[in-house]
């Protein structure tokens, strides 16, 4: 008996170690496997893509064109979330902070490297774009359009430069999707090549603006130096009005200006003097004989608009530039995971639907690596930065 104790006990310790080794390897590969299959399981829930401009935009409008097609790719919804303000910069910061998991992506176009310049000049961004931001695909190019009111007597940008150096006593505006977008830039670049006065007011977006210019009639006769009582009467205004309006302009313009900022959209019942957007959302309008297509910011004319001359034919060249809409996401995304953004944006670009929208709209599909859009943001950063500080933009 004592022997077959000692037989059957000695063994024993033996095998709890292994049993204990195996329950350990056991744990450690169900602790790892959510790991080994995190790669493999992406996405397992809805991508989202933010537009930093308000609804019915370009920009808007290309995200939504190509987010069909990529959840057909990846086998997740795409949804399109609206994030405006900033002139562009507070959606593209919320994706820079965003987790670097490939759930979160970025509609930028290009405004994004003015206001990043416009920014860091004022120091008041919150990210670093050359560390912070990983390009995924140029999706798009589009002409940025110059427009303005369809009463506007300026047939060009040339007539409406030479309008507002000949009614020097008027008041006219230019609106822009925001502070630092390319028409803010622009804006205050024309008033340093004319040697004349405009206006700045932002809006939340391209679509609110041009909504402002479609219903805008041409008012720059109305001069400052005209007696109170005739614009009152023109504008069916109370004197009050006009004269609280005067004192404002002429004692606190710098207060005007960041209450302006403050609300962010302009309310000017039709006011705006001039505007642009990328032509695709303006083209229906323009077409439409709803808005005037002053310029084209582009290197040559717009099959779509053969009649309406460049930025540079008319002597304004040194800010004309292709406009862009592409895809950025957090750095730090795993390389496979950007890989698959990639490869399905430009699917999506390929798609022949897409690309019969996008033309017919007079954007050119594009569909580019990661790299070309990163690449294309450094040299428009250094492109513009020594504008930027020359125009003294905060």
Sequence with gaps: MTDRRHATSGPAPARRDALKLLGVAAASAALLSPLRAF????PSKPIKIIVPFAPGG????IARLIGTPMAQTLGQPVIVENRPGVGGLLG???????????YTLVMANISLPFAILTAQRAQRLNFDPATDLRGVSIAANVPMVITAPAASPAKDLREFAALVQRESGSHFVYGSPGVGSYLHVFGEWLQQEIKAPLTHVPFKGAAPLKQELRVSRHRSSVGLRWPSKRIAALHRLPIRSVLAARCALRYAPMAARSLRHLIGDATLAGRVHLGGDQLSTSLADIQAGKLRALAIAAEQRSALLPSVPTLREQGFGGIDIEGWNGLLAPSGTPADILSRLQAAAAGAVRDPQVQQRLQTLGAEPVGSDAQSLDD??????ARFLPMVAQLKLE
């Design 39 to 42: 790669g493999q399981a992406w």
């Design 58 to 61: 370009t920009t808007d409008l």
């Design 92 to 102: 593209v910061e919320a994706t820079a902070k965003a987790p670097s998991d490939g």
């Design 376 to 381: 294309l943001l450094q040299q428009q950063r």
